[in-house]
């Protein structure tokens, strides 16, 4: 299994980031993918997920500002981010869960003036 994720970065208070995670070594179309932030100092948080059948769970202060999506074509789960505020600032990971919990490597978002 591998998970790796792409389009984190520094962006202003306000601002938008998407965020992608490709994945092999699976089956991804039939894969709940989430993903989950580690923000400095702090413990682990689930911020979404999106099942097999496309329908999705965000923690409460993520909704409507995040937007999980997927490609089975592509093999790719996608975070749409909007409306950051500083402290959506974290370590973000893309998860593939299962009787095993498979992590990625994470990429770094910083919302900071």
């Known amino acids: 299994v591998q998970l790796v994720e792409s389009g984190g970065g520094l962006v202003q208070p306000g601002g938008s980031l998407r965020l992608s995670c490709a994945a092999s070594g699976f089956t991804f179309s039939s894969s709940t993918m989430s993903w989950a932030r580690q923000a400095p100092g702090k413990g682990l948080e689930w911020v979404s997920a999106?099942?097999?059948?496309?329908?999705?769970y965000y923690t409460d202060s993520m909704k409507g500002r995040f937007t999980i999506s997927r490609d089975n074509a592509k093999n790719t789960v996608y975070l749409q981010m909007n409306s950051l505020k500083p402290e959506d600032t974290a370590v973000y990971y893309c998860?593939?869960?299962?009787?095993?919990?498979?992590w990625g490597q994470g990429t770094q978002v910083t919302v900071s003036s």
């Open positions: 999106i099942y097999s059948d496309g329908s999705t």
């Open positions: 998860v593939v869960r299962g009787a095993v919990d498979y």
